[in-house]
């Protein structure tokens, strides 16, 4: 009869094995019950296959494959996202994904921190912290994200008004903190928005109920960390005050 890990009264709370392994920085989610379902997972020296075996983080010993567990250093980087990439570590249609920029790196588990849409470009930040991660793309208390925005037409004032008052697309109150002109051309423009949350295709969403079209959508800026003149499908490591700014 298989006996199942010895598990001490503790008030600290309980989570899925699988899920603690996320915490601990040390893979994905989807990652870590793969490994739990393969029996390469052990809770304080006994093999589990549920991945939401109730362990408690930092008190029972979790091992990958013999090894044991621990949290793993912070690591932060940034990435200018080209166009034409999907923000996934995998796509079930095939198509690039962000990951294509880190080929021949020898990095850590990272996750991408929030999203860009395949059509759109710029800062795009990967951490192995899923609490800090968590902290960075909270629409409440996390950092304001600039974005720079080509448009198929010029823009009234009018129309910047009615970006950073809403507008009701379906069942959603959409709405910038900010928008300004940047610079306008014969046939079309770039704006200047700043988002103070982020909604699934929110700016082409807003921009489409305004009438307009956006041709390019840059992410310029996260909270106090711009993109400045990093180049396109490259990536940099973020300094210690850098990550702590941006929580």
């Not at 601990?24 to 989610?29: A, D, F, K, P, V």
């Not at 982020?198 to 700016?203: A, L, M, S, V």
């Not at 711009?226 to 973020?238: C, E, F, I, M, N």
């Amino acid at each position: 009869m298989t006996r199942l890990p010895y598990k001490p009264q503790s008030t600290s709370p309980r989570h899925g094995v699988a899920r603690v392994i996320s915490k601990e920085g040390r893979g994905s989610r989807s990652q870590a019950t793969r490994w739990v379902l393969e029996g390469r997972v052990s809770v304080n020296g006994v093999v589990v296959r549920d991945p939401d075996f109730s362990t408690r983080q930092g008190i029972d010993r979790i091992d990958i494959d013999g090894e044991q567990v621990h949290t793993a250093a912070r690591r932060v980087l940034m990435l200018n996202k080209p166009r034409g990439l999907v923000t996934t570590t995998s796509d079930e249609k095939g198509r690039e994904t962000v990951y294509r920029c880190f080929d021949g790196a020898n990095l850590p588990w990272l996750a991408p921190v929030g999203r860009l849409d395949k059509a759109s470009e710029g800062l795009l930040l990967f951490s192995n912290d899923p609490a800090w991660a968590a902290q960075v793309t909270d629409p409440e208390r996390g950092p304001t994200k600039t974005y720079h925005v080509q448009v198929n037409d010029l823009v009234s004032d009018i129309q910047l008004q009615q970006m950073i008052g809403g507008v009701q697309v379906e069942d959603e109150h959409l709405s910038v903190q900010d928008a300004r002109l940047l610079r306008v051309g014969h046939k079309n423009a770039w704006l200047e928005l700043v988002l103070a949350e982020g909604r699934n295709r929110q700016i082409r969403r807003l921009l489409s109920a305004c009438e307009l079209e956006v041709l390019r959508l840059i992410r310029v800026s996260v909270g106090p960390l711009v993109l400045g003149d990093l180049q396109k499908g490259a990536w940099r490591w973020l300094s210690d005050s850098e990550v702590a700014e941006l929580v």
